[in-house]
C-alpha cells in the first residue's frame, strides 16, 4: 500500500495515466463500434446484455493480460522471418484479426445494400425470440471476443511501452472500459436510428483491420491520421444528418 502510495503521489504518474487513459478510450472506440454494429443486428430485447456481455469480456481480456505482462512482452519477438521480415505471435494476431475485421466489415457492407439480405432481415426481426436468436447472441458474443482479443493484445503492448506500473495501467485499463461502457448504448442507439452512420462506421472498421494487417507486416501506420480521416468522415455526416433533419422540419411547417 505504501509504494501505491508513493506511487501515485509523482506528478508523472499522473501524467502518465491521463495519457494512457486517452490512448485506451481512443482504441476502445474501435472496440465500441464493432460492439454496437453486432449487437444492433439482435433483437432490442437482448441488445443491452450482449454489450454488457461484449465490454465486460473486454474488460476481463485487458485485466488476465495484465496479469502476464512478462508473456505478452514475448509475443513482440520474431518467431520466423519471411521476406526479410520477422514476423512475431503479436503480428500474426494483427493480421489474424485485421483478416477478419475486412471479412466482416465487407460481409455487413454487402448485407446492408443487398435488397433479398435486408428482407431476410426485417422477416427475422418479426419472427418470435427462439433458437435463432439464442444461436445469432451466440454467434454475436463469440465474434466480439476474437476482436476483444486483438484490440487487448495491442492495447496491453502499447501501455507496457507507455509505463513499467502495472497499477497505472490497470486503473487506466479499468476507466476507458467504464467509459466505453457509458457510451456503448448512446452509441448503438444513434448508429440504429441513422441507417448512414451503418454504413459509415463499416468504413471505419475496413480501413481498420487493413490498418490492422499493416502493422502486422510492418509497415507502421500513424494512427493521428487514420483518426483524423475517421473524425473528418464522421464531422461530415453529421453535417449530412443535421441537413436532413432542417428538411423534415422545414416539410413538417
Known amino acids: 500500500m505504501d509504494s501505491l502510495i508513493a506511487l501515485f503521489s509523482q506528478p508523472a504518474t499522473w501524467v502518465a495515466l491521463a495519457t494512457l487513459i486517452a490512448m485506451e478510450v481512443v482504441l476502445g472506440i474501435d472496440n465500441?463500434?464493432?460492439?454496437?454494429?453486432?449487437?444492433?443486428?439482435?433483437?432490442?430485447?437482448?441488445?443491452?446484455?450482449a454489450r454488457r456481455i461484449g465490454i465486460g469480456l473486454a474488460l476481463g481480456l485487458r485485466l488476465a493480460l495484465l496479469g502476464?505482462?512478462?508473456?505478452?512482452?514475448?509475443?513482440?519477438?520474431?518467431?520466423?522471418?519471411?521476406?526479410?521480415?520477422?514476423?512475431?505471435?503479436?503480428?500474426?494476431?494483427?493480421?489474424?484479426?485485421?483478416?477478419?475485421?475486412?471479412?466482416?466489415?465487407?460481409?455487413?457492407?454487402?448485407?446492408?445494400?443487398?435488397?433479398?439480405?435486408?428482407?431476410?432481415?426485417?422477416?427475422a426481426d418479426a419472427a418470435p425470440v427462439g433458437k435463432a436468436v439464442t444461436i445469432g447472441f451466440a454467434a454475436a458474443i463469440g465474434q466480439i471476443i476474437m476482436l476483444d482479443l486483438v484490440f487487448s493484445i495491442d492495447s496491453i503492448v502499447t501501455a507496457v511501452g507507455m509505463t513499467p506500473h502495472i497499477p497505472v495501467m490497470v486503473v487506466a485499463v479499468i476507466v476507458a472500459v467504464l467509459l466505453m461502457l457509458l457510451a456503448a448504448g448512446p452509441l448503438s442507439d444513434f448508429i440504429a436510428r441513422n441507417p448512414t452512420v451503418v454504413m459509415l462506421a463499416l468504413g471505419f472498421l475496413l480501413m481498420i483491420g487493413m490498418t490492422l494487417i499493416a502493422e502486422g507486416f510492418g509497415a507502421h501506420v500513424e494512427k493521428g491520421y487514420v483518426y483524423a480521416a475517421m473524425a473528418f468522415s464522421a464531422a461530415v455526416e453529421g453535417l449530412n444528418i443535421w441537413s436532413r433533419g432542417a428538411r423534415v422540419r422545414k416539410a413538417r411547417r
Open 32 to 49: 465500441l463500434v464493432f460492439v454496437s454494429i453486432l449487437t444492433n443486428k439482435l433483437p432490442e430485447a437482448v441488445r443491452p446484455r
Open 68 to 123: 502476464t505482462v512478462a508473456l505478452i512482452v514475448k509475443l513482440t519477438q520474431p518467431i520466423f522471418t519471411l521476406f526479410d521480415h520477422g514476423f512475431s505471435w503479436r503480428d500474426l494476431i494483427l493480421i489474424a484479426g485485421g483478416l477478419f475485421l475486412v471479412w466482416k466489415s465487407t460481409t455487413e457492407i454487402h448485407h446492408n445494400v443487398d435488397p433479398a439480405a435486408v428482407a431476410d432481415e426485417l422477416e
